[in-house]
């Protein structure tokens, strides 16, 4: 008989999210039957998959915690599995979880640098620092301490989850495969009608900017390091991808700022191969899945430096004076990056069969 895995994707799947799972799935699905449940209003994941909808209400806050706490009791109560993901942020909703299923089958998925999470500057105030801190350093920990495994997509968040005496023997770094059929290198010639197809100048260098915005993506970044270097950067375009009112607006404020909106995930590789880097600001990730997709397609990565990216192939930053002086200095045509693009189907496949091994022994 197959085993059954099902992946609780709460009230929130995003392009991003739909695709990186969709691709998990292709790897494993001839092994194990896979589930997703969610209240998340319609099917998503195409007529090959099953999906259990629930028909709750998907809000933001104490109600949404409330209902997925509902959905995840009632599908425990009326389906058999062998195991349960908890991926994306809904490991972050903890509470609910910890008196809502049976953890001796449950996996949680770690997507961010979560016990720093406290630090971000998005947290203004004293209170809400110590509300996030309480969450993560209490709840989240007793929920990992609790489950079966734990999924983090980094060897820097082991080491994270270790200090805080999470059994090692049970993390696993397992980050999400992108589809490398989808996003790989080119020829220079087809970069160059890829350039011309998306109307890029030949003569500037394009940097991309993609993510839907939030203040913790750190957008207005941008801004800072436009005003500051006074158009010694004019002959780069800076290609802003993503729902992001900033990005916008600086569209009208700089020349060299071009907004093109959300994108479809099956249209951003003639970006990345178009382009000439890639630019992420924010400092609170897990593994972001367009460095994945960037270095597949042959593009430079550079970041600001933060914990999360501690031993990645990749350029990194302190502040917006060395951004500007790499960008100068055009640091993207001497350095290479490489994130993998995720592991083998091979494992994949062994991780979740040790899961359900180590499930059956307790």
Same mark, same amino acid.
């Given at each position: ?7 609780? #994707? ?20 001839? !092994? ?44 425990? %109560? ?18 609910? &979880? #910890? ?33 996030? &801190? ?8 007793? #929920? ?25 023997? *049970?993390?696993?770094?397992?980050? #999400? ?12 010639? %087809? ?27 750190? %957008? ?45 995930? *099956? ?12 630019? !992420? ?63 083998? *189907?091979?494992?994949?496949?062994? &991780? ?5 091994? %180590?499930?059956?022994?307790?």
């Amino acid at each position: 008989m197959t085993d059954k895995i099902a992946f609780f #994707l709460g009230s929130d799947v995003p392009e991003s999210t739909q695709t990186l799972f969709t691709n998990l799935t292709k790897k494993i699905s001839d !092994h194990f039957d896979i589930e997703f449940v969610g209240f998340y209003g319609e099917k998503t994941f195409g007529d090959n998959v099953n999906e259990i909808i629930y028909d709750y209400p998907s809000k933001e806050g104490s109600r949404r915690l409330y209902y997925s706490k509902k959905a995840l009791k009632r599908y425990v %109560r009326e389906h058999n599995q062998d195991l349960i993901i908890l991926p994306h942020k809904q490991s972050v909703y903890c509470l609910p &979880f #910890l008196v809502s299923t049976d953890l001796g089958k449950t996996v949680v998925r770690l997507n961010g640098d979560t016990f720093n999470l406290y630090k971000d500057r998005y947290y203004e105030s004293s209170i809400n620092r110590a509300k996030v &801190f309480i969450i993560t350093h209490v709840f989240t920990r007793l #929920l990992l301490k609790k489950s079966l495994g734990v999924i983090v997509q980094t060897e820097y968040m082991k080491e994270e989850c270790r200090k805080r005496n999470i059994d090692p023997g *049970k993390i696993a770094v397992l980050p #999400l495969p992108i589809d490398t059929t989808k996003f790989n290198r080119v020829s220079e010639e %087809r970069r160059d009608e890829l350039r011309k197809e998306l109307d890029f100048d030949q003569h500037e260098s394009i940097g991309l900017i993609i993510g839907t915005e939030s203040r913790k993506k750190r %957008r207005h970044v941008l801004d800072q390091l436009l005003r500051k270097s006074q158009g010694l950067l004019d002959d780069i375009k800076f290609v802003v991808i993503g729902d992001s009112p900033i990005g916008e607006k600086l569209s009208y404020k700089y020349q060299n700022v071009r907004y093109e909106g959300f994108v479809k995930n *099956k249209f951003l590789p003639k970006y990345y191969r178009a382009a000439d880097f890639l630019i !992420h600001f924010s400092v609170n990730e897990g593994l972001p899945t367009t460095f994945q997709e960037a270095t597949a397609c042959g593009l430079p990565v550079i970041a600001k430096r933060a914990n999360y990216n501690q031993g990645l192939d990749i350029s990194k930053f302190d502040n917006v004076d060395e951004l500007a002086k790499m960008l100068k200095d055009e640091v993207w045509k001497t350095t290479d990056s490489y994130v993998t693009p995720g592991l083998s *189907k091979e494992e994949y496949i062994e &991780f979740f069969e040790s899961m359900i091994k %180590r499930k059956d022994q307790r």
